[in-house]
Nanobody
């Protein structure tokens, strides 16, 4: 089995920065795409950023958020700058993981979520 553990969520004021981390562990042969979604109260989960070899961002966070990964640690990061109250949400990381070389494609695993609250 594969586990994703997130950390870094907090309560901050508008304009502050936070760095989220998400590490995958367990039965891992290789990790493909990693990324972050978020879900605000009463809203659908939305894609924030993804990274395989290059990053991709939602328009709402471009220029403020930076996604990166450390392949040696199976970890993905989300550096969030210039935070706004509308960034308040539970942030979930995900990873596409091949658990064996015998598998031709990976399965998607999710973290448990970390709360980010931005006060005005």
């Amino acid at each position: 089995q594969v586990q994703l553990v997130e950390s870094g969520g907090d309560l901050v004021q508008a304009g502050a920065s936070l760095r989220l981390s998400c590490r995958a562990s367990g039965r891992i042969f290789s990790v493909g795409t990693m990324g972050w979604y978020r879900q605000a109260p009463g809203k659908q989960r939305e894609l924030v950023a993804t990274i395989t070899t290059s990053p991709d961002y939602a328009d709402s966070v471009k220029g403020r958020f930076t996604i990166s990964r450390d392949n040696a640690k199976n970890t993905v990061y989300l550096q969030m700058n210039s935070l706004k109250p509308e960034d308040t949400a539970v942030y979930f990381c995900y990873a596409t993981v091949r658990s064996s070389a015998l598998l031709s494609r990976g399965d998607i695993f999710w973290g448990q979520g970390t709360q980010v609250t931005v006060s005005s």
